[in-house]
């Protein structure tokens, strides 16, 4: 980038003060939470949580 562009990167990034943090921070988390959920294990530590507190419904 030339420094024209650069600065203009750059204004606009101060414009958006915190609200890229938090957009940055949320997309971690939801990263994280995929590949917790793509996890071959999960479903069967999903399903012995489940079970442990009581709150399955037996069909």
């Known amino acids: 980038m030339n420094s024209q562009q650069q600065a203009l990167v750059e204004a606009w990034s101060a414009d958006r003060g915190?609200?890229?943090?938090?957009?940055?921070q949320g997309r971690e988390n939801w990263q994280k939470a995929?590949?917790?959920f793509r996890h071959p294990?999960?479903?069967f530590g999903y399903a012995a949580i489940v079970k442990r507190s009581g709150n399955h419904h037996p069909h």
């Open 34 to 36: 995929r590949m917790i």
């Open 18 to 24: 915190r609200q890229t943090e938090i957009w940055l």
């Open 41 to 43: 294990g999960f479903l």
